[in-house]
Protein backbone atom coordinates (compact mmCIF):
# COMPACT_ATOMS: atom_id res chain seq x y z
CA UNK A 1 0.00 0.00 0.00
CA UNK A 2 1.39 3.53 -0.53
CA UNK A 3 1.03 5.93 1.70
CA UNK A 4 -0.15 9.43 0.94
CA UNK A 5 3.29 11.26 1.73
CA UNK A 6 4.74 9.08 -0.55
CA UNK A 7 2.20 10.17 -3.78
CA UNK A 8 2.94 13.71 -2.81
CA UNK A 9 6.75 13.11 -3.22
CA UNK A 10 5.88 11.23 -6.47
CA UNK A 11 3.68 14.33 -8.19
CA UNK A 12 6.49 16.61 -6.52
CA UNK A 13 9.23 15.02 -9.01
CA UNK A 14 7.07 15.17 -11.87
CA UNK A 15 6.20 18.84 -11.68
CA UNK A 16 9.18 19.77 -11.09
CA UNK A 17 10.72 17.63 -14.00
CA UNK A 18 8.01 19.29 -16.44
CA UNK A 19 9.00 22.60 -15.06
CA UNK A 20 12.54 21.87 -16.24
CA UNK A 21 12.27 20.87 -19.37
CA UNK A 22 9.40 23.40 -19.79
CA UNK A 23 12.15 26.19 -18.75
CA UNK A 24 15.13 24.52 -21.05
CA UNK A 25 12.58 24.16 -23.92
CA UNK A 26 14.34 20.94 -25.06
CA UNK A 27 12.33 18.97 -27.74
CA UNK A 28 13.67 15.48 -28.86
CA UNK A 29 12.84 13.90 -32.04
CA UNK A 30 14.34 10.84 -34.34
CA UNK A 31 14.19 9.65 -38.33
CA UNK A 32 16.25 7.20 -40.29
CA UNK A 33 18.23 8.44 -43.56
CA UNK A 34 16.68 5.54 -45.94
CA UNK A 35 13.37 3.32 -45.37
CA UNK A 36 12.77 0.55 -46.62
CA UNK A 37 16.40 -1.14 -46.51
CA UNK A 38 17.60 -4.65 -47.49
CA UNK A 39 18.62 -6.98 -44.85
CA UNK A 40 22.95 -6.39 -45.35
CA UNK A 41 22.44 -2.75 -45.46
CA UNK A 42 23.04 -0.35 -42.98
CA UNK A 43 20.92 2.46 -42.23
CA UNK A 44 21.88 5.70 -40.11
CA UNK A 45 19.32 7.03 -37.19
CA UNK A 46 19.77 10.43 -36.55
CA UNK A 47 18.67 11.26 -32.84
CA UNK A 48 18.44 15.25 -32.90
CA UNK A 49 17.87 17.76 -29.44
CA UNK A 50 16.70 21.25 -29.73
CA UNK A 51 17.32 23.47 -27.15
CA UNK A 52 20.27 24.17 -25.04
CA UNK A 53 22.18 20.80 -24.27
CA UNK A 54 22.90 19.98 -20.68
CA UNK A 55 25.42 17.26 -21.17
CA UNK A 56 23.10 13.90 -21.96
CA UNK A 57 23.52 11.31 -23.75
CA UNK A 58 20.79 9.34 -26.02
CA UNK A 59 20.06 6.10 -24.45
CA UNK A 60 21.01 3.25 -27.03
CA UNK A 61 20.28 0.54 -25.10
CA UNK A 62 16.77 -0.30 -26.58
CA UNK A 63 18.49 -0.51 -29.88
CA UNK A 64 20.72 -3.73 -29.44
CA UNK A 65 17.78 -6.08 -29.17
CA UNK A 66 17.04 -5.37 -33.18
CA UNK A 67 19.79 -4.04 -34.19
CA UNK A 68 23.85 -3.53 -34.01
CA UNK A 69 25.28 -0.63 -33.12
CA UNK A 70 28.54 0.11 -35.47
CA UNK A 71 28.96 3.75 -35.47
CA UNK A 72 28.07 6.70 -33.45
CA UNK A 73 28.80 10.81 -33.75
CA UNK A 74 27.89 13.84 -32.33
CA UNK A 75 27.35 18.03 -33.88
CA UNK A 76 25.96 20.72 -32.46
CA UNK A 77 24.75 23.62 -34.28
CA UNK A 78 23.75 27.24 -32.95
CA UNK A 79 22.16 30.14 -34.62
CA UNK A 80 20.98 33.05 -34.14
CA UNK A 81 17.78 34.59 -36.03
CA UNK A 82 16.49 37.87 -35.37
CA UNK A 83 18.42 37.98 -32.03
CA UNK A 84 17.05 34.60 -31.13
CA UNK A 85 19.41 32.20 -30.42
CA UNK A 86 18.80 28.47 -31.07
CA UNK A 87 20.88 25.51 -30.70
CA UNK A 88 20.56 21.84 -31.30
CA UNK A 89 22.86 19.02 -31.16
CA UNK A 90 22.43 15.81 -33.38
CA UNK A 91 23.91 12.06 -32.45
CA UNK A 92 24.27 9.86 -35.76
CA UNK A 93 24.17 6.30 -35.16
CA UNK A 94 24.97 3.32 -37.71
CA UNK A 95 22.57 0.77 -37.60
CA UNK A 96 23.17 -2.53 -39.17
CA UNK A 97 19.54 -4.54 -38.57
CA UNK A 98 19.43 -7.91 -37.12
CA UNK A 99 15.88 -9.32 -38.76
CA UNK A 100 13.70 -9.25 -41.52
CA UNK A 101 10.48 -7.33 -41.21
CA UNK A 102 8.75 -4.53 -39.66
CA UNK A 103 11.39 -3.62 -36.75
CA UNK A 104 10.70 -1.09 -33.94
CA UNK A 105 13.23 1.85 -33.34
CA UNK A 106 12.08 2.78 -29.51
CA UNK A 107 12.09 5.68 -28.28
CA UNK A 108 15.37 7.39 -27.46
CA UNK A 109 15.84 9.17 -24.34
CA UNK A 110 18.13 12.08 -23.97
CA UNK A 111 17.80 13.40 -20.43
CA UNK A 112 14.31 13.56 -19.57
CA UNK A 113 12.66 13.72 -23.09
CA UNK A 114 11.93 11.46 -25.34
CA UNK A 115 11.31 10.59 -29.68
CA UNK A 116 8.18 9.12 -30.97
CA UNK A 117 8.97 5.66 -31.82
CA UNK A 118 9.71 4.67 -35.44
CA UNK A 119 8.79 1.56 -37.93
CA UNK A 120 11.61 0.18 -40.49
CA UNK A 121 11.20 -2.33 -43.03
CA UNK A 122 13.80 -4.70 -43.30
CA UNK A 123 13.68 -6.48 -46.76
CA UNK A 124 15.03 -9.40 -47.68
CA UNK A 125 18.69 -9.45 -49.39
CA UNK A 126 18.29 -6.91 -52.36
CA UNK A 127 18.18 -8.99 -55.99
CA UNK A 128 20.10 -6.94 -58.72
CA UNK A 129 18.71 -6.97 -62.35
CA UNK A 130 22.09 -6.54 -63.47
CA UNK A 131 23.81 -9.17 -62.18
CA UNK A 132 26.52 -8.32 -59.92
CA UNK A 133 28.41 -11.12 -59.57
CA UNK A 134 32.24 -10.35 -60.11
CA UNK A 135 30.95 -7.07 -61.32
CA UNK A 136 33.88 -4.30 -58.78
CA UNK A 137 30.92 -1.39 -60.18
CA UNK A 138 27.40 -1.76 -61.01
CA UNK A 139 24.47 0.69 -60.97
CA UNK A 140 20.97 -0.17 -60.52
CA UNK A 141 17.60 2.17 -60.06
CA UNK A 142 14.12 1.81 -59.20
CA UNK A 143 11.16 3.81 -58.90
CA UNK A 144 8.13 3.92 -56.52
CA UNK A 145 4.99 3.76 -57.22
CA UNK A 146 5.24 1.62 -60.32
CA UNK A 147 1.61 2.93 -61.71
CA UNK A 148 1.24 6.47 -60.73
CA UNK A 149 -1.19 8.93 -62.02
CA UNK A 150 -0.60 12.02 -64.04
CA UNK A 151 1.02 14.79 -62.05
CA UNK A 152 1.31 12.81 -58.94
CA UNK A 153 5.03 11.83 -57.33
CA UNK A 154 6.98 9.43 -57.70
CA UNK A 155 10.73 8.47 -56.07
CA UNK A 156 13.51 7.59 -58.67
CA UNK A 157 16.47 5.89 -56.56
CA UNK A 158 19.67 5.45 -58.18
CA UNK A 159 22.51 3.25 -56.23
CA UNK A 160 25.78 3.17 -57.05
CA UNK A 161 27.59 -0.07 -55.52
CA UNK A 162 31.62 -0.70 -55.43
CA UNK A 163 33.64 -2.72 -54.29
CA UNK A 164 37.16 -1.27 -55.02
CA UNK A 165 38.07 2.22 -54.43
CA UNK A 166 36.84 5.23 -56.82
CA UNK A 167 39.27 7.68 -57.98
CA UNK A 168 37.14 9.77 -59.45
CA UNK A 169 33.48 9.55 -60.94
CA UNK A 170 30.46 11.44 -63.02
CA UNK A 171 26.61 10.21 -62.69
CA UNK A 172 24.83 11.42 -64.78
CA UNK A 173 20.79 12.67 -64.19
CA UNK A 174 17.94 10.96 -65.30
CA UNK A 175 16.47 12.91 -68.43
CA UNK A 176 12.86 11.85 -68.75
CA UNK A 177 10.47 13.09 -71.49
CA UNK A 178 7.26 14.39 -70.24
CA UNK A 179 7.90 14.34 -66.64
CA UNK A 180 9.47 17.08 -64.11
CA UNK A 181 13.17 15.60 -62.63
CA UNK A 182 13.76 17.11 -59.54
CA UNK A 183 16.96 16.21 -57.25
CA UNK A 184 16.06 15.41 -53.49
CA UNK A 185 18.63 16.17 -50.70
CA UNK A 186 21.88 14.76 -50.61
CA UNK A 187 23.60 11.60 -51.37
CA UNK A 188 23.69 8.69 -48.71
CA UNK A 189 26.38 6.39 -47.77
CA UNK A 190 26.44 3.02 -46.76
CA UNK A 191 27.44 -0.92 -47.11
CA UNK A 192 26.25 -3.89 -47.89
CA UNK A 193 26.75 -7.67 -48.66
CA UNK A 194 26.12 -8.88 -52.16
CA UNK A 195 26.82 -12.45 -53.35
CA UNK A 196 29.47 -12.64 -50.06
CA UNK A 197 30.78 -9.53 -51.47
CA UNK A 198 31.13 -6.44 -49.52
CA UNK A 199 30.27 -3.28 -51.58
CA UNK A 200 29.96 0.70 -50.87
CA UNK A 201 26.86 2.33 -51.85
CA UNK A 202 26.01 5.91 -53.17
CA UNK A 203 22.34 6.91 -53.08
CA UNK A 204 20.78 9.63 -54.94
CA UNK A 205 17.05 10.33 -55.58
CA UNK A 206 14.84 12.23 -57.91
CA UNK A 207 11.28 13.74 -57.54
CA UNK A 208 9.68 12.63 -60.71
CA UNK A 209 6.09 14.15 -61.79
CA UNK A 210 4.77 12.60 -64.98
CA UNK A 211 3.16 15.13 -67.38
CA UNK A 212 1.25 13.17 -69.34
CA UNK A 213 -1.10 9.86 -69.32
CA UNK A 214 -0.02 6.70 -71.17
CA UNK A 215 3.19 4.67 -71.62
CA UNK A 216 6.52 6.59 -70.10
CA UNK A 217 9.67 5.68 -70.77
CA UNK A 218 12.40 6.05 -68.67
CA UNK A 219 16.27 5.57 -69.83
CA UNK A 220 19.03 4.13 -68.44
CA UNK A 221 21.58 6.25 -66.54
CA UNK A 222 25.44 6.35 -67.04
CA UNK A 223 28.13 6.47 -64.42
CA UNK A 224 31.38 6.92 -66.00
CA UNK A 225 34.47 6.68 -63.41
CA UNK A 226 37.86 5.13 -62.64
CA UNK A 227 39.72 2.65 -60.18
CA UNK A 228 43.00 1.23 -59.16
CA UNK A 229 43.87 -1.43 -61.90
CA UNK A 230 45.67 -3.73 -59.70
CA UNK A 231 49.21 -2.74 -61.41
CA UNK A 232 51.26 -0.27 -60.33
CA UNK A 233 54.75 0.96 -62.06
CA UNK A 234 57.76 0.94 -59.80
CA UNK A 235 58.73 4.93 -58.75
CA UNK A 236 61.74 5.85 -59.06
CA UNK A 237 62.36 5.89 -55.19
CA UNK A 238 61.63 2.01 -55.31
CA UNK A 239 64.17 1.73 -58.47
CA UNK A 240 67.60 3.40 -56.48
CA UNK A 241 66.29 2.60 -52.69
CA UNK A 242 64.57 -0.90 -53.19
CA UNK A 243 61.73 0.63 -51.30
CA UNK A 244 58.37 -1.52 -50.31
CA UNK A 245 55.77 -0.85 -52.62
CA UNK A 246 52.92 1.46 -51.05
CA UNK A 247 55.69 3.76 -49.12
CA UNK A 248 56.44 6.28 -52.17
CA UNK A 249 54.69 5.03 -54.89
CA UNK A 250 51.50 4.53 -53.74
CA UNK A 251 50.42 7.95 -55.63
CA UNK A 252 51.70 6.78 -59.50
CA UNK A 253 49.14 3.71 -59.45
CA UNK A 254 47.41 3.64 -62.46
CA UNK A 255 43.76 3.72 -62.93
CA UNK A 256 41.51 2.29 -65.26
CA UNK A 257 38.06 3.68 -67.03
CA UNK A 258 34.80 1.94 -65.91
CA UNK A 259 31.31 2.21 -66.92
CA UNK A 260 28.10 1.17 -65.57
CA UNK A 261 24.50 1.59 -66.65
CA UNK A 262 21.39 1.21 -64.78
CA UNK A 263 18.24 -1.00 -66.14
CA UNK A 264 16.10 1.20 -68.44
CA UNK A 265 12.17 1.32 -67.37
CA UNK A 266 8.78 1.77 -68.64
CA UNK A 267 5.69 2.46 -66.65
CA UNK A 268 2.06 3.47 -67.06
CA UNK A 269 0.62 6.29 -66.02
CA UNK A 270 -2.85 6.46 -65.38
CA UNK A 271 -5.22 9.44 -66.58
CA UNK A 272 -7.28 11.30 -64.10
CA UNK A 273 -10.23 9.89 -62.70
CA UNK A 274 -13.89 10.70 -64.01
CA UNK A 275 -14.85 11.80 -61.01
CA UNK A 276 -11.95 14.20 -60.68
CA UNK A 277 -12.53 15.28 -64.33
CA UNK A 278 -13.95 18.40 -63.62
CA UNK A 279 -12.60 20.89 -61.33
CA UNK A 280 -9.62 19.95 -58.67
CA UNK A 281 -7.12 17.55 -59.71
CA UNK A 282 -4.53 17.32 -56.51
CA UNK A 283 -3.11 13.62 -56.01
CA UNK A 284 -1.47 13.56 -52.79
CA UNK A 285 -1.36 10.92 -49.99
CA UNK A 286 -2.23 13.53 -47.03
CA UNK A 287 -3.58 17.07 -47.51
CA UNK A 288 -5.03 19.63 -44.77
CA UNK A 289 -5.88 23.32 -44.56
CA UNK A 290 -6.03 24.92 -41.37
CA UNK A 291 -5.87 28.81 -40.15
CA UNK A 292 -4.13 30.76 -37.14
CA UNK A 293 -5.58 34.28 -35.88
CA UNK A 294 -2.87 37.18 -35.12
CA UNK A 295 -4.90 38.63 -32.13
CA UNK A 296 -8.66 37.07 -30.16
CA UNK A 297 -11.25 37.32 -32.59
CA UNK A 298 -13.44 38.05 -29.62
CA UNK A 299 -11.93 41.48 -29.63
CA UNK A 300 -12.16 42.60 -32.88
CA UNK A 301 -11.84 46.68 -33.06
CA UNK A 302 -12.92 49.08 -35.87
CA UNK A 303 -9.64 50.16 -37.24
CA UNK A 304 -7.53 47.61 -35.72
CA UNK A 305 -5.54 45.07 -38.11
CA UNK A 306 -5.74 41.65 -37.77
CA UNK A 307 -3.65 38.83 -39.48
CA UNK A 308 -5.28 35.83 -40.86
CA UNK A 309 -2.82 32.63 -41.72
CA UNK A 310 -4.33 29.95 -44.28
CA UNK A 311 -1.80 27.25 -44.16
CA UNK A 312 -2.43 24.18 -47.38
CA UNK A 313 -0.29 21.67 -46.65
CA UNK A 314 0.01 18.54 -48.88
CA UNK A 315 1.98 14.85 -48.26
CA UNK A 316 2.96 13.39 -51.67
CA UNK A 317 2.80 17.39 -53.89
CA UNK A 318 5.01 20.34 -53.94
CA UNK A 319 4.67 23.76 -52.90
CA UNK A 320 3.77 24.90 -56.34
CA UNK A 321 1.54 22.50 -57.29
CA UNK A 322 -0.74 23.51 -54.24
CA UNK A 323 -3.33 25.91 -54.98
CA UNK A 324 -3.98 29.33 -54.33
CA UNK A 325 -6.06 30.99 -51.07
CA UNK A 326 -9.23 32.63 -52.61
CA UNK A 327 -9.48 36.36 -51.46
CA UNK A 328 -13.59 37.29 -50.90
CA UNK A 329 -13.78 41.03 -50.84
CA UNK A 330 -16.16 42.73 -47.47
CA UNK A 331 -18.07 45.90 -47.39
CA UNK A 332 -17.33 46.65 -44.42
CA UNK A 333 -13.49 45.03 -43.53
CA UNK A 334 -10.71 45.81 -46.19
CA UNK A 335 -8.57 42.43 -47.02
CA UNK A 336 -4.69 43.12 -48.01
CA UNK A 337 -3.25 39.62 -49.38
CA UNK A 338 0.35 39.02 -48.70
CA UNK A 339 3.17 37.06 -51.25
CA UNK A 340 2.63 33.80 -50.40
CA UNK A 341 5.05 31.68 -48.84
CA UNK A 342 5.60 27.97 -51.23
CA UNK A 343 8.17 25.66 -49.57
CA UNK A 344 8.85 22.10 -50.35
CA UNK A 345 10.68 19.74 -48.10
CA UNK A 346 11.50 15.85 -47.64
CA UNK A 347 10.44 13.66 -44.81
CA UNK A 348 12.69 10.88 -46.16
CA UNK A 349 9.89 8.89 -48.65
CA UNK A 350 7.61 12.09 -49.75
CA UNK A 351 7.97 15.51 -50.74
CA UNK A 352 5.42 17.76 -48.52
CA UNK A 353 4.58 20.52 -49.99
CA UNK A 354 3.29 23.82 -47.83
CA UNK A 355 1.61 26.91 -48.93
CA UNK A 356 1.25 29.69 -46.41
CA UNK A 357 -0.74 32.90 -47.25
CA UNK A 358 -1.06 35.98 -44.54
CA UNK A 359 -4.38 38.26 -45.20
CA UNK A 360 -4.42 41.27 -43.13
CA UNK A 361 -8.04 42.43 -42.07
CA UNK A 362 -9.07 45.95 -41.13
CA UNK A 363 -12.16 46.43 -39.95
CA UNK A 364 -14.05 49.51 -41.24
CA UNK A 365 -17.58 49.39 -39.46
CA UNK A 366 -19.07 47.26 -36.70
CA UNK A 367 -20.90 44.66 -37.54
CA UNK A 368 -20.77 40.45 -38.47
CA UNK A 369 -18.75 39.43 -41.10
CA UNK A 370 -19.19 35.92 -42.63
CA UNK A 371 -15.96 34.17 -43.89
CA UNK A 372 -17.07 31.79 -46.46
CA UNK A 373 -15.56 27.91 -45.73
CA UNK A 374 -12.79 27.16 -48.03
CA UNK A 375 -13.47 23.46 -49.50
CA UNK A 376 -10.56 21.97 -51.40
CA UNK A 377 -10.50 18.47 -53.53
CA UNK A 378 -8.05 16.33 -53.64
CA UNK A 379 -7.11 12.53 -54.77
CA UNK A 380 -6.22 10.16 -51.58
CA UNK A 381 -3.15 7.93 -53.63
CA UNK A 382 -3.50 5.52 -50.93
CA UNK A 383 -7.32 4.89 -50.60
CA UNK A 384 -7.82 5.59 -54.93
CA UNK A 385 -10.75 8.04 -53.32
CA UNK A 386 -11.79 11.55 -53.92
CA UNK A 387 -11.70 13.71 -50.61
CA UNK A 388 -12.07 17.20 -49.30
CA UNK A 389 -10.52 19.75 -46.89
CA UNK A 390 -12.28 21.82 -45.43
CA UNK A 391 -11.84 25.32 -43.60
CA UNK A 392 -15.19 25.98 -42.24
CA UNK A 393 -16.83 28.95 -42.50
CA UNK A 394 -17.08 31.52 -39.83
CA UNK A 395 -18.25 34.91 -38.43
CA UNK A 396 -16.26 37.75 -37.03
CA UNK A 397 -17.75 40.28 -35.30
CA UNK A 398 -16.34 43.63 -35.00
CA UNK A 399 -16.60 46.19 -32.57
CA UNK A 400 -16.98 50.47 -32.52
CA UNK A 401 -18.07 52.61 -31.38
CA UNK A 402 -21.99 53.82 -31.28
CA UNK A 403 -22.87 56.26 -34.38
CA UNK A 404 -25.85 57.83 -31.88
CA UNK A 405 -23.38 58.44 -28.89
CA UNK A 406 -22.43 62.67 -28.88
CA UNK A 407 -19.04 62.27 -28.29
CA UNK A 408 -18.45 60.54 -31.29
CA UNK A 409 -19.85 63.27 -33.79
CA UNK A 410 -18.04 66.66 -32.70
CA UNK A 411 -20.12 69.24 -33.80
CA UNK A 412 -23.39 67.58 -33.53
CA UNK A 413 -26.88 69.65 -32.14
CA UNK A 414 -26.09 68.66 -28.47
CA UNK A 415 -22.39 69.89 -28.55
CA UNK A 416 -24.13 73.08 -30.17
CA UNK A 417 -26.48 73.35 -27.60
CA UNK A 418 -24.13 73.42 -24.33
CA UNK A 419 -21.62 76.08 -26.21
CA UNK A 420 -25.00 78.37 -25.93
CA UNK A 421 -25.41 77.19 -22.81
CA UNK A 422 -22.42 78.58 -21.58
CA UNK A 423 -21.90 81.36 -22.83
CA UNK A 424 -25.19 82.62 -22.11
CA UNK A 425 -24.04 82.57 -17.93
CA UNK A 426 -21.19 84.39 -19.17
CA UNK A 427 -23.37 86.97 -20.72
CA UNK A 428 -25.49 87.51 -17.82
CA UNK A 429 -22.32 87.58 -15.37
CA UNK A 430 -21.05 90.35 -17.10
CA UNK A 431 -17.92 88.88 -17.36
CA UNK A 432 -15.40 90.22 -20.43
CA UNK A 433 -18.18 93.47 -21.65
CA UNK A 434 -16.60 96.42 -22.77
CA UNK A 435 -17.32 99.65 -21.18
CA UNK A 436 -17.09 101.31 -24.67
CA UNK A 437 -16.00 101.35 -27.85
CA UNK A 438 -12.12 102.00 -27.76
CA UNK A 439 -12.02 100.11 -24.32
CA UNK A 440 -13.16 97.20 -27.08
CA UNK A 441 -10.64 97.68 -29.84
CA UNK A 442 -7.43 98.09 -27.04
CA UNK A 443 -8.56 95.76 -24.55
CA UNK A 444 -9.76 92.60 -26.40
CA UNK A 445 -6.96 92.48 -29.20
CA UNK A 446 -4.20 93.36 -26.81
CA UNK A 447 -2.05 94.08 -29.85
CA UNK A 448 -1.29 96.85 -32.21
CA UNK A 449 -2.54 96.68 -36.07
CA UNK A 450 1.06 96.45 -37.53
CA UNK A 451 1.82 93.34 -35.06
CA UNK A 452 -1.49 91.61 -35.97
CA UNK A 453 -0.94 92.32 -40.07
CA UNK A 454 2.44 91.33 -39.68
CA UNK A 455 1.26 87.63 -37.76
CA UNK A 456 -1.45 87.24 -40.39
CA UNK A 457 1.51 88.06 -42.80
CA UNK A 458 3.70 85.47 -41.37
CA UNK A 459 0.80 82.85 -41.48
CA UNK A 460 0.40 83.64 -45.34
CA UNK A 461 3.74 82.85 -46.28
CA UNK A 462 3.75 79.81 -43.89
CA UNK A 463 0.53 78.54 -45.58
CA UNK A 464 2.51 79.30 -48.96
CA UNK A 465 5.70 77.16 -48.49
CA UNK A 466 3.44 74.61 -47.23
CA UNK A 467 1.25 74.80 -50.42
CA UNK A 468 4.14 74.62 -52.25
CA UNK A 469 5.70 71.94 -50.95
CA UNK A 470 2.88 69.44 -51.31
CA UNK A 471 2.42 70.54 -54.69
CA UNK A 472 6.14 69.76 -55.41
CA UNK A 473 5.65 66.08 -53.71
CA UNK A 474 2.40 65.71 -55.70
CA UNK A 475 4.50 66.33 -58.86
CA UNK A 476 7.28 63.90 -57.53
CA UNK A 477 4.56 61.05 -57.08
CA UNK A 478 3.14 61.68 -60.63
CA UNK A 479 6.46 61.43 -62.41
CA UNK A 480 7.34 58.12 -60.00
CA UNK A 481 4.06 56.49 -61.26
CA UNK A 482 4.45 57.64 -64.93
CA UNK A 483 8.19 55.93 -64.34
CA UNK A 484 6.59 52.89 -62.64
CA UNK A 485 3.99 52.59 -65.76
CA UNK A 486 6.62 53.06 -68.55
CA UNK A 487 8.97 50.20 -67.20
CA UNK A 488 5.46 47.80 -66.29
CA UNK A 489 4.97 48.55 -70.05
CA UNK A 490 8.85 47.47 -70.87
CA UNK A 491 7.95 44.41 -68.43
CA UNK A 492 4.43 43.40 -70.46
CA UNK A 493 6.16 43.83 -73.76
CA UNK A 494 9.51 41.52 -72.78
CA UNK A 495 6.93 38.88 -71.28
CA UNK A 496 4.87 38.70 -74.37
CA UNK A 497 7.66 37.99 -76.41
CA UNK A 498 8.11 34.91 -74.22
CA UNK A 499 4.76 33.77 -74.79
CA UNK A 500 5.50 34.41 -78.42
CA UNK A 501 8.78 32.57 -78.57
CA UNK A 502 7.32 29.38 -76.73
CA UNK A 503 4.34 29.34 -79.01
CA UNK A 504 6.37 29.88 -81.99
CA UNK A 505 8.18 26.69 -80.87
CA UNK A 506 5.76 24.74 -80.34
CA UNK A 507 6.21 24.39 -76.67
CA UNK A 508 2.58 24.15 -74.60
CA UNK A 509 4.38 23.97 -70.80
CA UNK A 510 6.79 27.37 -71.49
CA UNK A 511 4.35 28.90 -73.08
CA UNK A 512 1.70 28.15 -69.68
CA UNK A 513 4.77 29.27 -67.56
CA UNK A 514 5.10 32.90 -69.40
CA UNK A 515 1.35 33.47 -70.22
CA UNK A 516 1.08 33.02 -66.29
CA UNK A 517 3.88 35.60 -65.30
CA UNK A 518 2.36 37.86 -68.05
CA UNK A 519 -0.69 37.75 -66.35
CA UNK A 520 0.61 38.32 -62.90
CA UNK A 521 2.37 41.83 -64.80
CA UNK A 522 -1.00 42.99 -66.59
CA UNK A 523 -3.25 42.39 -63.71
CA UNK A 524 -1.11 43.40 -60.40
CA UNK A 525 -1.72 41.68 -56.90
CA UNK A 526 -3.78 39.10 -58.90
CA UNK A 527 -0.66 36.41 -58.31
CA UNK A 528 -2.54 34.09 -61.32
CA UNK A 529 -1.01 30.31 -60.33
CA UNK A 530 -3.29 28.15 -63.43
CA UNK A 531 -4.45 28.74 -67.26
CA UNK A 532 -8.26 28.49 -65.37
CA UNK A 533 -8.62 31.82 -63.52
CA UNK A 534 -5.92 33.50 -67.00
CA UNK A 535 -9.01 32.56 -69.20
CA UNK A 536 -11.82 33.97 -66.76
CA UNK A 537 -10.26 36.95 -67.10
CA UNK A 538 -9.88 37.15 -70.68
CA UNK A 539 -13.74 36.59 -70.23
CA UNK A 540 -14.32 39.45 -67.86
CA UNK A 541 -12.41 42.22 -69.21
CA UNK A 542 -12.06 41.71 -73.29
CA UNK A 543 -15.19 41.89 -75.86
CA UNK A 544 -15.44 38.83 -77.78
CA UNK A 545 -12.73 37.11 -76.36
CA UNK A 546 -14.34 33.57 -76.64
CA UNK A 547 -11.55 32.22 -78.79
CA UNK A 548 -8.87 33.23 -76.82
CA UNK A 549 -10.49 31.67 -73.53
CA UNK A 550 -11.24 28.70 -75.08
CA UNK A 551 -7.25 28.24 -76.63
CA UNK A 552 -6.50 28.89 -73.09
CA UNK A 553 -8.16 26.20 -72.07
CA UNK A 554 -7.69 24.45 -74.70
CA UNK A 555 -3.95 24.58 -73.63
CA UNK A 556 -4.66 23.59 -70.16
CA UNK A 557 -6.33 20.26 -70.87
CA UNK A 558 -3.49 19.44 -73.45
CA UNK A 559 -0.66 20.21 -70.77
CA UNK A 560 -2.36 17.12 -68.58
CA UNK A 561 -3.43 14.85 -71.76
CA UNK A 562 -1.62 11.86 -73.66
CA UNK A 563 -2.12 15.18 -76.88
CA UNK A 564 0.34 17.51 -75.53
CA UNK A 565 2.07 17.06 -79.02
CA UNK A 566 -0.68 17.63 -81.24
CA UNK A 567 -0.65 21.47 -79.49
CA UNK A 568 -0.45 23.96 -82.39
CA UNK A 569 1.04 27.14 -80.91
CA UNK A 570 1.46 29.05 -83.70
CA UNK A 571 -2.86 28.88 -84.06
CA UNK A 572 -2.54 29.43 -80.47
CA UNK A 573 -0.65 32.72 -80.61
CA UNK A 574 -2.13 34.20 -83.30
CA UNK A 575 -5.59 33.77 -81.19
CA UNK A 576 -4.74 35.18 -78.25
CA UNK A 577 -2.08 38.07 -79.59
CA UNK A 578 -4.78 40.73 -80.36
CA UNK A 579 -6.88 39.98 -77.09
CA UNK A 580 -3.26 40.35 -74.73
CA UNK A 581 -2.20 43.73 -77.06
CA UNK A 582 -5.61 44.91 -76.40
CA UNK A 583 -5.69 44.04 -72.19
CA UNK A 584 -2.31 46.18 -72.04
CA UNK A 585 -3.54 49.35 -73.70
CA UNK A 586 -6.47 49.27 -71.04
CA UNK A 587 -3.76 48.42 -67.80
CA UNK A 588 -4.65 51.05 -64.76
CA UNK A 589 -7.67 51.25 -66.02
CA UNK A 590 -9.50 49.28 -63.88
CA UNK A 591 -8.87 47.74 -60.58
CA UNK A 592 -6.93 44.78 -60.47
CA UNK A 593 -9.07 42.23 -57.84
CA UNK A 594 -9.63 38.40 -57.73
CA UNK A 595 -12.09 37.05 -59.69
CA UNK A 596 -15.54 36.19 -58.34
CA UNK A 597 -15.06 32.58 -58.79
CA UNK A 598 -11.87 30.61 -57.17
CA UNK A 599 -9.13 29.54 -59.22
CA UNK A 600 -8.51 25.92 -60.18
CA UNK A 601 -8.41 23.31 -57.39
CA UNK A 602 -10.39 25.05 -55.20
CA UNK A 603 -14.01 25.43 -54.31
CA UNK A 604 -15.56 28.37 -51.90
CA UNK A 605 -18.92 28.86 -51.09
CA UNK A 606 -20.70 30.52 -47.92
Not at 107 to 128: C, D, K
Request: with cysteine.
Amino acid sequence: MVSPRSCIWLVTLLLLEFSINSALGQTVRAYVDRNPISMDETVRLVVELKGPSTGETPDLSGLKKNFDVLENSQSSQTSIINGRTSTSTQWAITLSPKQVGDVTIPAIRVGTQSSAPLTLRVQEHAQNTGDPAGKDVYLEASIEPREPYVQSQMVFTLRLYHAVLLREGQLEDPKISQAIVERIGEDHSFETIQNGRRYQVIERRYLVIPQASGPLTIPSVLFTGKVPDGRRPRSMFEEMFGNRPGVFGSGFQSTRLIRARSQEMTLNVEEIPPTMQQGSWLPARELSVNETWSSDLTKLQVGEPVTRTITIQARGLTGEQLPEVPVTEHSSVKVYPDQPSITTAFDGSWAVGKREQKLAFVPTRPGDVLLPEIRIRWWNLETKKPEEAVLPAQTLTIHGANASEPSAQPGNGTTSIVNDAQSSSFLSEGQGLPQSGNAASSGSLGMSWPVMMGLLLALWLLTAAGWWGDRRKLMMQQNRIQEDKQKSHESIRMIRSLVKQACLQNKPQQAREALLRWASVTWEGSGHRNLGSVARKFGQTTQGASAAQQAIQDLDRTLYSAKAGEWNGTRFWETIAPEMQALEKTKGTWAAKEDDVAPLYLHASS
